[in-house]
């Protein structure tokens, strides 16, 4: 077999340090490696979002006329609203039904998925050898993949919570005249599948599967690996954490301003300008004060005991987020989500360049 | 000029030294032949020169003074691992696409060429070639990349006689025609006798003998390269290089 020979190389550069290769470079190379994962996700957000789609119309129109029917007290409305609510009730996407809960997994599954393997797989093919030892050096090589990889699932995902906030909508829409229609807070189960915090969440769930990968080595224990940590992330954020982004507002209101879609924090009362219990009364100060038949008109189920005793002296007072403060809520969520991703992302990136072969 | 410069490198995993005291250097314009039994310490001699490891001790520079892995050095040399790692899901042309993206030089009308006259086809995803074909490819990507050194690790020992053979044409071809330096380890001697103009000899973790060919033969009085590793490595280590 002969061998071609080569042309003259154009120039014996020995300068010491050349200009680095063009960043947009590794859009090419990034899109040739993990094409296979990202139409994956294309194709499983798109899917979901038909799907959401066309239960989402009807929906959003029986919901539309319940809340025109006029007047709303009459028989007719009555009907539209029951139908609402109890074709809403029963669905699996509905509001109580399990969809919303397994729409949860969604962005850790999507970001473990793509960025678990980023790393992980030419460490465990033995590629990191090639790719570690071209001339686009590799730091800059693991920057620019992770994260134009975080870019991309950001937007995909945004697009997608989006979706999924306009789906639940009707769930959460609070109708002063039309008792009875779903009144959700939108800080419930809801509230990390929104326009900022599902992409926040996922590209969270990407950076913590990239360093997974880098420091596991490989690829199904690194994904494994990530949906714990996320997990931990996850319910942590829920129960602890997201309460205290901003100070609750305080009231003495029985019924909270803002309607019952605001997110009650906690509850406790006072006596004397003295703290008496926290939450419900205790079972003695009930029997005593309000006896078999308090008498109380309607309300909140706890309203009845906190009517029965203000006139012994008892202050019910009301920690709470009000729904005006949604937004705010989701921009500090998706910052500090973000901001964890950089760092984890920075991470990884020191860990290639300085990990030994 | 020197391809290699080493000042007392050594290289510790855990506490076990892979390379040690190891002071070296390889002049331009040569094949050099890193040979020694395997843990001999001949991978982790290439990885610090490529830069994918940091030495523990000493320092190595490469293509006259410029520090291992740094964007200089990536730049002016191409590196074909151990078992010739590739993207295996990636197709052939995808293998050139990606390494011409991640180099600022790439020769992509002598890669078409090349791969042509060994007769693998662009659309073949690089997983289903055969070793030797494997081989061929990622040595082509290598000289695609114009380099004034090639460092390769344990070239041929995966591949059959033929493979071996027409792989070592490849490599002597750009030697000879564009004047590249190379390096590369083998525990295999056969296919090194022919090629081999710098020979250094290692063994647990230390650099043996190095020189010109020519002269060490003279200077042992020894036949061939063979004759001198196999007396040489026999006296200094129990085990017994192939």
């Known amino acids: 077999m002969t061998a071609l020979t080569m042309p003259a190389r154009p120039d014996a550069d020995g300068d010491a340090s050349p200009r680095p290769i063009p960043w947009r470079r590794m859009a090419g190379v990034t899109w040739r490696q993990h094409r296979a994962a990202l139409a994956s996700v294309a194709v499983l957000l798109g899917a979901l979002a038909v799907w959401l789609w066309r239960m989402g119309v009807p929906l959003h129109q029986a919901y ?9 007290a009459s028989a007719a409305c009555q009907d539209l609203v029951g139908g609402f609510n109890s074709s809403a009730d029963g669905h699996f996407m509905g509001s109580k039904g399990p969809g919303g809960v397994l729409l949860q997994v969604l962005p850790a599954l999507i970001g473990a998925f793509v960025g678990a393997p980023v790393l992980a797989r030419e460490l465990e093919t033995g590629t990191f050898r090639f790719a570690w030892t071209q001339g686009f050096v590799r730091w800059r090589w693991a920057l620019g993949k992770l994260v134009l990889l975080a870019v991309v699932l950001a937007v995909a995902t945004a697009a997608f919570g989006a979706l999924v906030a306009w789906y639940f909508q009707p769930y959460g829409g609070a109708s002063p005249q039309v008792p009875g229609l779903f009144e959700n807070s939108p800080f419930g189960d809801l509230f990390s599948l929104r326009e900022v915090t599902f992409p926040a969440w996922t590209v969270a769930a990407f950076a913590i599967a990239a360093l997974a990968g880098m420091l596991i080595r490989r690829v199904v224990p690194a994904i494994v690996a990530t949906l714990a940590v996320y997990a931990g992330l996850a319910f942590a954020t829920a129960g602890l954490l997201r309460e205290h982004y901003l100070t609750p507002l305080v009231t003495t209101a029985v019924s909270l301003p803002g309607a019952s879609t605001a997110w009650v924090i906690g509850q406790w009362s006072t ?13 003695n100060l009930v029997n005593q004060y309000c006896g078999s038949n308090s008498g109380a008109k309607g309300g909140p189920p706890g309203a009845v005991f906190t009517q029965c005793l203000a006139p012994h002296g008892y202050v019910q007072w009301t920690s709470y987020q009000p729904t005006s403060r949604l937004w705010p809520f989701q921009w500090i969520e998706g910052g500090w ?8 992302i920075a991470v990884t990136v020191w860990l290639v360049q300085r990990r030994a072969a | 000029m020197n391809v290699i410069e080493a000042g007392g490198l050594g290289k510790r995993y855990g506490r076990t030294w892979a390379l040690r005291e190891c002071t070296l250097e390889i002049p331009a314009g040569r094949v050099t032949a890193l040979v020694g039994p395997n843990g001999a310490g001949k991978t982790t001699l290439l990885n610090l020169a490529v830069g994918l490891t940091p030495p523990s001790a000493g320092a190595v520079t490469v293509l006259g003074g410029r520090r291992a892995g740094s964007p200089a050095a990536l730049d002016a040399i191409a590196f074909v691992a151990q078992d010739t790692p590739l993207y295996k899901t990636l197709s052939v042309a995808d293998m050139i696409y990606v390494t011409r993206s991640l180099n600022r030089r790439f020769d992509q009308p002598y890669a078409k060429a090349r791969l042509d006259e060994l007769g693998i086809p662009p659309k073949r995803k690089s997983g289903k ?5 494997q081989a061929q490819l990622a040595l082509t990507l290598a000289l695609a990349r114009r380099p004034q050194l090639l460092v390769l690790d344990e070239p041929v020992a995966a591949l059959d006689p033929v493979a071996r053979h027409d792989f070592m044409a490849t490599v002597l071809a750009a030697a000879a025609a564009d004047g590249v330096s190379v390096l590369l380890s083998s525990h295999v001697l056969t296919e090194l006798e022919r090629v081999t103009s710098y020979l250094v000899l290692m063994s647990r973790g230390r650099v043996q003998l190095a020189g010109e060919v020519g002269d060490l033969l003279a ?9 001198l590793a196999m007396t040489y490595l026999r006296e200094t280590t129990p085990e017994v290089t192939r």
């Open chain 2, 129 to 133: 070639l055969s070793g030797g074909q």
């Open chain 1, 64 to 72: 539309a006329a319940a809340v025109a029917c006029h007047p709303a």
């Open chain 1, 337 to 344: 989500l973000l901001a964890l991703s950089a760092l984890l």
């Open chain 2, 219 to 227: 200077a042992h009085g020894q036949a061939s390269l063979e004759e």
């Open chain 1, 271 to 283: 006596l004397n300008g003295r703290f008496a219990y926290a939450g419900d009364p205790p079972l």
